[in-house]
């Protein structure tokens, strides 16, 4: 059974196609992939468990809600960098680490180059934040290390899959639900996302 959940909002198509264009400035790249990082984070969050809590209104008392449930994302860095604002604004509890991956460019293979992730990964649903999913790579590599490091509930979130990707992810990480805006369709012969929308990392931080 498919773990793949590509998002469905008119607001998400009309963001991706800022994106895809090679025209859009930097600050309205940033902003459009924020809005998409909100919208994917309210879908990731109907999966975390909640219990019934008391709470009081001025009027009197009812029911609410509680995750219980410790939140940890993971931006891959550097792009991943993009999504942690709008995720954080919506999960403001949830703790934060950081990887490291480069792809290198000849051999296309992830190269880790940096580690910090908060402790009880085991406790917690983790959630991986890359806008790109490209040969799976960077994913599958990021994953591996997490599950090493006792992570056991994990999630990727991403803006654009390409099946390459969707395929090497799910065949490592069978357990992990990928979150995508759009499924693209398929890799060139240097790792791009086609139609994609070129280098994420170089279009957000301008280092094109
Ligand atoms: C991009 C992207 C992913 C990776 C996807 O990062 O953000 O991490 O490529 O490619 P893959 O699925 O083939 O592994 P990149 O290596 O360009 O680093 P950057 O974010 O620092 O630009
Ligand atoms: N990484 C990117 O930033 N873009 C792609 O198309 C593939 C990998």
Do not use: S
């Given at each position: 059974m498919s773990n793949l959940h590509i998002i469905d909002n008119p607001l998400i198509k009309r963001d991706i196609t800022y994106l895809r264009?090679?025209?859009?400035k930097e600050y309205q790249f940033r902003l459009a992939l924020k809005r998409i990082s909100f919208i994917l984070a309210a879908e990731i969050g109907k999966e975390f468990p909640t219990n019934e809590i008391e709470v009081e209104t001025p009027l009197e008392k009812t029911t609410g809600h509680k995750i219980t449930r410790q939140i940890v994302l993971i931006p891959v860095l550097r792009a991943g960098l993009s999504m942690v604002s709008a995720f954080i604004e919506m999960i403001p509890q949830a703790k934060v680490g950081h990887i490291g991956m480069e792809r290198?460019?000849?051999?296309?293979k992830a190269r880790t180059y940096y580690f910090k992730t908060p402790k009880n990964l085991d406790k917690s649903k983790v959630i991986v934040l890359d806008p790109m999913l490209a040969t799976g790579g960077s994913a599958v590599a990021v994953f591996d290390y997490l599950k090493k490091n006792g992570a056991r509930d994990c999630v990727f979130a991403c803006l654009i899959a390409a099946p390459e990707g969707i395929d090497r992810l799910e065949e490592n990480h069978p357990d992990v639900p990928i979150y995508t805006a759009v499924k693209d369709r398929q890799l060139n012969d240097?790792?791009?996302?086609?139609p994609g929308l070129g280098d994420a990392g170089d279009r957000t931080f301008g280092t094109l």
């Open positions: 264009d090679k025209n859009t290198d460019e000849e051999t296309l240097k790792g791009y996302i086609l």
